[in-house]
């Protein structure tokens, strides 16, 4: 993915957002690109991939509803390094974990559906 300034994806399957990334740099997410689209193609195969015939599209406000902030059910943070932490959100549709470096600046947003 060279395509400049973008920094994250939103894998979909029939339509609905399954899982995302967001990153702090284009370049970390251009560095990771290639683990991160086999992952998302192992996991279509995994879960059988949908019917490719009815795929549909998900609307942008699906998405943006998708990448908002899970936060309602409260918030676990877990020290992993001297260099990193992570903040782990809740709601009753996905999970949100910040990996975040000691200056609270955050370096990616996982996004996963429940």
Do not use: C
Request: net charge negative; glycine share 8%.
């Amino acid at each position: 993915m060279d395509a400049e300034g973008v920094v994250g994806y939103v894998f979909v399957l029939d339509g609905t957002p399954v899982s995302g990334e967001v990153f702090a740099s284009h370049a970390l997410f251009r560095k990771l690109w290639p683990k991160l689209a086999r992952a998302a193609i192992v996991d279509a195969i995994r879960t059988g991939g949908g019917d490719a015939s009815a795929a549909a599209e998900p609307s942008p406000n699906k998405v943006t509803r998708f990448l908002a902030p899970a936060r309602t059910d409260g918030n676990q943070q877990q020290h992993l390094t001297d260099y990193a932490s992570q903040n782990v959100f809740e709601d009753d549709e996905r999970l949100l974990i910040e990996t975040r470096r000691p200056d609270a600046s955050w370096v990616t947003k996982t996004y996963q559906a429940k």
